[in-house]
């Protein structure tokens, strides 16, 4: 808590989000392979590292550390049949007309703009890379809002990816001349949070 008062340290909550992802499987690493794949026609020079950079960005926002701590509850709790009726049943199959999971997932990508959520919608219909292994139930587990949750991380990594492609563009250079803690240049600048 802060301070005496109800709210929780900003730490905390990206903290309990990020050891949420690994507690289910989900590495930075899996998700920079997605963001990979999806932005390498696109950028010169681009590696694993610029991705894993933006994601780490993309992880500090707050909506996205709501978004997969409800999202990574839920699926937890339907694991242990701890929802009641009949969410517990539409949750643990993932019904096909049950859209919760991807709401809570695309509300989290619009802070990256409307690219970030055609990009969403392309992942969520496409099931690149890990988001494919999550969503067809392989092993044990349900992943109803997890493979929504790495879709939209995934999208509005590669979305800061887009946008900070025009910024070097525009400078005349590409990702083969920046390092990759250079991919959120905002995250040098004193207070701000990417």
Sequence with gaps: MDRGTSRVHSRAVEKAANDALLRRGVTIEEIAKIVYEMQIPYNKGLTIEHCVESIKSVLKKREMQHAILVGIELDELAEKKMLSEPLQQLVESDEGLFGVDETIALGSVYTYGS???????????????????????????????LDDLVGSIAASAA???????????????????????????????????T
Excluded: C, M, W, Y
């Design 115 to 145: 690219i970030a959520v055609t990009t969403f919608g392309h992942l969520d219909k496409n099931k690149i890379g890990l988001i494919s292994k999550l969503d067809t139930k392989s092993g044990n587990g349900v992943h109803t809002f």
């Design 159 to 193: 979305s800061r990816l887009a946008h900070r492609t025009r910024d070097l563009e525009e400078a005349n250079e590409t990702f083969e001349d920046i390092p990759p803690e250079d991919t959120a240049p905002e995250a040098n600048i004193t207070g701000v949070r």
